[in-house]
């Protein structure tokens, strides 16, 4: 008989991210098809009660919170010792956490501290009889292993985008406050500010349904013989802004924004989709003025619906690897989609 902790920390205010109403629905999910399981809400930071009253209705036998101004801020020290402590707890043998960067960073020390073991990167979960199995990606996504243990503690951190996000009944959860004393050595390290990837522009939205990617030929020299990147520039950023898409870049596009040359002011390599970049998860994408090589497209698997304008109609997304290519100048395709949408 398991006894499932979901475990996540509030993004301040009392709220949940999508990516744990995502987990959250995955050990939902796995607790009603394992018979005899429980489950059971830990969470930690600013606002818990308010983020226990909104998954009230997930069927959780218990909740329990760690607040206080320590666990608000991201930091490895309290980050685990408030997990740890709601781990121990919930006396859990499956721990079910979203993929966040604290808690990637934090929860494989507090599986060692409570003699558990720890997978990441987990895209299923699935129980057969009494027995949990899941999926997982190894190797940067590359090699997918299905696999169980026997161990527990069982800690699991499910990628995001994976899940549907739970939806359900809001409602007046009755939270256990659990009391964590953080010695002064915990507090070492100060959040002092947050620095976003970029100053002008959030361009990294995770969770937006189009993937827009733009690649070097937009700072190549045009037809007349020039180089128009202030114009393409402008050209992203209004359709960034309009349909909220998320934005990568390839490879040559982002070196270049690194090197000091003139490019996209926004673009850093944060953006980098591809073998030595990210692999996001979007329902659609849409590539520009990118060549779609082998190592650029990589990135991709996980975009369901693929489009790409280039001039060439050559290019690597026409051999396959996209679902439509538009032959055409992505300047003047991407002005007419920005008029489109300004149209409403
Ligand atoms: C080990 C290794 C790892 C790598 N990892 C990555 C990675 O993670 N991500 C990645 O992206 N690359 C990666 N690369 C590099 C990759 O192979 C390519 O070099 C890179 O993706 C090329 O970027 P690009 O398509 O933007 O530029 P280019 O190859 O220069 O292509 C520019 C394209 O723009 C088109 N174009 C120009 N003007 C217009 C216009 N007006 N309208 C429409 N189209 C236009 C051109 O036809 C051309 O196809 C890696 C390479 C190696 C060897």
């Known amino acids: 008989m398991e006894k499932i902790l979901f475990l996540a920390h509030t993004e301040g205010s009392g709220t949940l991210s999508p990516a744990s109403a995502q987990a959250l629905a ?9 018979p005899g399981s429980t489950l059971t809400v830990g969470v930690w930071g600013e606002g818990g009660q308010a983020a226990a009253d909104a998954i009230a209705g997930c069927g959780a036998v218990a909740f329990f919170s760690v607040t206080g101004k320590d666990f608000d801020v991201p930091r490895y020290a309290s980050d685990a010792a408030a997990a740890e402590a709601l781990v121990r707890k919930s006396g859990a043998s499956v721990v079910i956490a979203p993929a966040s960067s604290r808690i990637s960073r934090a929860l494989p020390g507090v599986a060692v501290r409570v003699g558990g073991r720890i997978e990441t990167h ?9 027995k949990v199995q899941i999926k997982r990606w190894y190797y940067r996504q590359r090699l997918q292993a299905t696999m169980s243990r026997a161990h527990r503690p069982w800690c699991l951190v499910v990628d995001a985008g994976v899940f549907d996000a739970w939806q359900g009944a809001a409602g007046k959860a009755s939270v256990e406050a659990i009391s964590v004393a953080l010695p002064e050595g915990s507090k070492r390290t100060r959040v002092e500010g947050v620095v976003a990837a970029s100053a002008s522009v959030q361009t990294i ?11 070097a030929g937009w700072t190549k020299k045009q037809a007349d013989g020039q180089s128009h990147a202030k114009q393409g520039e402008g050209l992203i950023l209004e359709f960034l ?29 944060m953006n980098q989709v591809g073998q030595t970049g990210s692999s996001p998860r979007h329902r659609k994408g849409l590539s520009t003025c ?43 395709v991407m002005a007419k989609v920005n008029a489109l949408l300004a149209k409403g």
């Open 241 to 269: 802004e309009k349909s909220k898409a998320s934005l990568g870049g390839s490879k040559s596009l982002v070196d270049l924004s690194g090197e000091g040359r003139e490019v996209l002011s926004f673009m850093s390599h």
């Open 122 to 130: 987990v895209v299923a979960l699935t129980a057969t009889g009494a």
């Open 205 to 215: 939205r995770p969770d937006a349904d189009l993937l827009f990617v733009a690649g």
């Open 290 to 332: 990118c060549h779609g090589e082998e190592p650029h497209v990589v990135g991709w698997r996980f975009i369901t619906e693929r489009r790409a304008i280039n001039k060439d109609a050559n290019c690597g997304w026409a051999r396959g690897k996209a679902d439509v290519v538009y032959v055409a100048d992505a300047f003047e």
């Open 26 to 34: 995955a050990a939902v999910a796995l607790s009603k098809s394992l």
